[in-house]
């Protein structure tokens, strides 16, 4: 469709949101990222039936994680929406940067920017 | 299995505190299967704890390992020649693996990452309950199957108590009465008649109250 | 039947006359006035009073101290015991330390778990069950033995009791269960109290089928309700209690003034009642913190006066 998106957002395609495993979202964190979203299809439309579901799961307990360890928990979203809504997959992404800035930089990239430094 | 559940996270980050060089061991078996510390849970604790101080502003090096068992020197000695590159272990495997490894590196301080509940069974994914308390001298072949001892909250060996109601125990009406589940297989069973048989007074003498127990095989040994 | 203890109770029962029970809860302190007060109110109402042991897992004054301090009025007494806190060597200790003071009467108790009460975080015991606790005190009367074997020196002579609950589930085996006491050597039962008479009743035909209203006496447990409100909370709130919603709905149904003056009633009818139920031996009067209302109940049950010895 050629909308427009913030380019900080780097997408990771998925063949099913129920591939993301929970290591998966606390490595992102882990190495710098500012923020995580899970963008998967509408509950009940999944076509492995609950993979969407166990998604949304591995985001709470994510969530759980983040907010227990400092680091925030917001950080970490899911979304759903079905493949033909092209409007919406641009909504999400702005409204999660808009987020993620709000809360500022993830502070383990700070700590790794010094490291390196 | 034996089942067990992780720790809160603030509390193992309290007892790591003191330490920059941990490993984080798991195992292959119980805590596996009731997700508490197999290789998964290891990665997501390792994760953690290394952001957790990387937030703290502190240089920790944490690595991950997962043995097949904690129970079993053969596989403990495994990490024998990179113990020293540690001085501290979280070990994710029930009490027993954790007191197994802490005797076979008896230098190296291993704090628990998971409390160890019970034995039991799982009912379905994510609820696991309690069915045998390891009393040592097994009776149910008398109970049809059902355990007095670990599903009677008073391990009564002739009940049901007067406190059952509706087939749930007193403490918690979403918690079955082991009474009635014994009552209901007997009848299953044709052999209700079994049930005015008196049980005869327990010999404790080989659970916990006799000590701490040791099984030989000297056929084996 | 010859009386196998110098047991009160076990006397009036063995005579063929109706007999009557009470109990008292002790303390949560150590004055024994509380107890020898409320002893006294009802003294020559009952044939026996029955001490709780630390009733509902609230710790109190234990109930073998009170049976003491009844026994040193002249009061005989009925030591409750429970097997959720003590193990066999205190139980069949506490037993002989009851006999020491010639106390007759046990009832033999599982015991509410001790979640209910102001210890939840503590162990509890239940070393033995209720059933082979009947059989410890036969075993401890009858053979004059401990449960290892060694010969007791002045053996305890105590008429054994224990409860029965015609009222929990599952209903089906409450009777085979009062049978399995019975076959442990139980002498005599106190119910449970009793508002559903029909269940009960059904119950007794049930026992007496089988003969076992011969060979037990069978006290019925009776407890007046002061308020509806308390009506409904024994109907609603507590394990193995059956308060039909007729009784409930009698309580509601006068002003708030006259309820006590209700309950009373509801509480003579239904003696009055029992008293034509073949097997019912007696009655085991519960009046929890309303103690002084005992006399009233046994007089206007036609149960006064009590008999001499």
């Known amino acids: 469709m050629r909308l427009q998106y913030p380019s900080n957002v780097k997408v990771v395609r998925v063949p099913c949101t129920g591939k993301v495993d929970l290591i998966h979202l606390l490595r992102s964190f882990e190495k710098g990222a500012d923020g995580v979203y899970v963008l998967g299809c509408m509950e009940g439309e999944c076509r492995f039936e609950t993979g969407n579901l166990r998604a949304r799961k591995r985001v709470t307990q994510a969530q759980k994680i983040l907010d227990s360890i400092g680091i925030g928990g917001e950080r970490v979203q899911m979304y759903n929406l079905s493949s033909s809504e092209g409007p919406r997959f641009a909504e999400f992404a702005t409204e999660m940067t808009q987020k993620i800035r709000e809360m500022g930089p993830n502070p383990i990239k700070i700590a790794l920017k010094k490291k390196a430094a | 299995m034996i089942v067990a559940k992780q720790k809160p996270i603030e509390e193992i980050i309290e007892t790591v505190d003191p330490y920059n060089r941990i490993l984080v061991v798991g195992c292959n078996e119980c805590v596996t299967v009731c997700e508490a ?7 997501v604790l390792a994760a953690s704890l290394r952001m957790y101080f990387m937030n703290q502003g502190r240089d920790i090096q944490i690595d991950e390992v997962t043995l097949e068992r904690q129970c079993d020197r053969e596989y403990l000695e495994e990490i024998r020649n990179r113990m020293d590159q540690y001085d501290a272990v979280i070990s ?11 005797e076979t590196y008896m230098r190296t301080p291993v704090l628990p990452g998971v ?24 009776i149910l072949a008398s109970t049809g199957g059902i355990c007095p001892v670990s599903r009677c909250a008073k391990r009564l060996f002739n009940g049901p108590c007067g406190g059952s109601t509706k087939g749930h125990c007193e403490i918690n009406k979403d918690l079955v009465c082991g009474w009635q589940l014994i009552i209901d297989r007997l009848t299953e069973l044709g052999r209700l008649d079994d049930y005015e048989k008196i049980a005869p007074i327990k010999d404790w003498s080989t659970e916990r109250a006799g000590g701490p127990r040791k099984v030989v095989r000297e056929d084996v040994i | 039947m010859s009386l196998k203890t110098p047991s009160r109770l076990e006397k009036i029962l063995a005579s063929g006359q109706l007999a009557v029970t009470s109990e008292c809860g002790p303390p949560r302190g150590s004055d024994p006035e509380a107890i020898t007060r409320k002893a006294e109110m009802i003294r020559n109402h009952v044939d026996a009073i029955n001490i709780t042991d630390n009733q509902t897992s609230v710790t109190r004054l234990c109930s073998l101290a009170a049976c003491i301090h009844l026994k040193l009025m002249g009061i005989e007494p009925t030591l409750q015991m429970v097997v959720r806190d003590r193990n066999r060597i205190a139980l069949q200790s506490d037993i002989l330390g009851a006999a020491s003071f010639d106390i007759h009467n046990i009832l033999c108790l599982s015991g509410d778990h001790q979640q209910f009460g102001d210890c939840p975080q503590g162990q509890n015991v239940f070393d033995i069950d209720s059933m082979q606790l009947i059989q410890t005190v036969r075993h401890m009367r009858d053979e004059g033995k401990f ?25 089906e085996i409450r009777v085979p269960r009062l049978a399995k006491k019975v076959a442990a050597g139980v002498e005599f039962i106190q119910t449970q109290c009793i508002y559903n008479l029909d269940k009960f009743e059904l119950w007794m035909k ?6 076992l209203h011969e060979k037990v006496y069978i006290l019925a447990g009776v407890t007046p309700f002061k308020t509806v409100g308390m009506a409904k909370y024994m109907k609603n709130r507590v394990p193995g209690m059956d308060v039909p919603d007729e009784v409930v709905k009698r309580m509601a149904g006068v002003p708030k003034e006259k309820q006590p003056e209700e309950g009373l009633n509801i509480c003579v009818e ?28 046994v007089e206007r049950s036609g149960l006064y006066p009590r008999p001499r010895d």
């Open chain 2, 37 to 43: 510390g197999g290789k998964k849970e290891v990665a």
């Open chain 2, 115 to 138: 409390d160890t509940c019970f034995l039991g069974v799982t009912e379905e994914r994510g609820v696991w309950t309690e069915r045998c308390q390891g009393c040592g001298q097994c």
């Open chain 2, 92 to 102: 994710l495997a029930c009490g027993v693996g954790v007191q197994f490894m802490a």
């Open chain 3, 147 to 171: 449960l290892g074997g060694d010969e007791i020196t002045r053996p305890p002579q105590m008429f054994v009791g224990a409860a029965a609950n015609p009222f929990a589930d599952p209903f």
């Open chain 3, 270 to 297: 239904t003696i009055q009642r029992l008293k034509e139920c073949e097997g019912v031996r007696g009655f085991h009067i519960m009046a929890i913190e309303w103690e002084e209302k005992v006399p009233e109940i």
């Open chain 3, 206 to 211: 049930q026992a007496r089928d089988r003969g």
